[in-house]
T-cell receptor, first 114, second 112 residues
Framework: GENVGLHLPTLSVQEGDNSIINCAYSNSASDYFIWYKQESGKGPQFIIDIRSNMDKRQGQRVTVLLNKTVKHLSLQIAATQPGDSAVYFCAENMGNTGFQKLVFGTGTRLLVSP | DTGVSQNPRHKITKRGQNVTFRCDPISEHNRLYWYRQTLGQGPEFLTYFQNEAQLEKSRLLSDRFSAERPKGSFSTLEIQRTEQGDSAMYLC??????????FGPGTRLTVT
């Protein structure tokens, strides 16, 4: 399969634990942020997004927190499962009005042990 | 399957050859994006189409790269005179206006 993220930061958790993946973004003017999950050999899969006028958004088992003061984004995964093992990327929109130009972070590998 | 599809999934070519990749977006999506991803890195933006118009190109897209979306549906990305540094995963994504981008499985290019 695809060796996505050979030398990425790695978070190892046990099945059932909560996971928190962090991301620092660069542009204080970015207005839209997305978390993607990428499994080996596959394209990135949309998980959850958040706009800059919000500081928290919840999905199914996932929560994204946005701290604009320190330009920090986090993804919380509740009750982590082995199927959550993947590389997780945050992305910020650096495009102009009406156009998404996503800039991706370096990614974090999540390893979930049964 | 109504997701984004890309063909071929893998391409091995010799340095100096031309290659062309195809992306079929989700049918109602008017926006299409190309990205490149190298090992250990996140995807890097290459270019963007709104319908058939190419509205943005990255500086990463050298003169050897060209992309088209002739009828506002599928898109092609061509690389001329390939170099070893072109070896990467080429990802296509589509979206409906200013909404989340959905990615295809990518085309893995290896230049020998």
């Amino acid at each position: 399969g695809e060796n996505v993220g050979l030398h990425l930061p790695t978070l190892s958790v046990q099945e059932g634990d909560n996971s928190i993946i962090n991301c620092a973004y660069s542009n204080s003017a970015s207005d839209y942020f997305i978390w993607y999950k990428q499994e080996s050999g596959k394209g990135p899969q949309f998980i959850i997004d958040i706009r800059s006028n919000m500081d928290k958004r919840q999905g199914q088992r996932v929560t994204v927190l946005l701290n604009k003061t320190v330009k920090h984004l986090s993804l919380q995964i509740a009750a982590t499962q082995p199927g959550d093992s993947a590389v997780y990327f945050c992305a910020e929109n650096m495009g102009n009005t009406g156009f998404q130009k996503l800039v991706f972070g370096t990614g974090t590998r999540l390893l979930v042990s049964p | 399957d109504t997701g984004v599809s890309q063909n071929p999934r893998h391409k091995i070519t010799k340095r100096g050859q031309n290659v062309t990749f195809r992306c079929d977006p989700i049918s109602e999506h008017n926006r299409l994006y190309w990205y490149r991803q190298t090992l250990g890195q996140g995807p890097e933006f290459l270019t963007y189409f709104q319908n058939e118009a190419q509205l943005e190109k990255s500086r990463l897209l050298s003169d050897r790269f060209s992309a088209e979306r002739p009828k506002g549906s599928f898109s092609t990305l061509e690389i001329q005179r390939t170099e070893q540094g072109d070896s990467a995963m080429y990802l296509c994504a589509s979206s409906l206006s200013f909404n989340e981008q959905y990615f295809g499985p990518g085309t893995r290019l290896t230049v020998t």
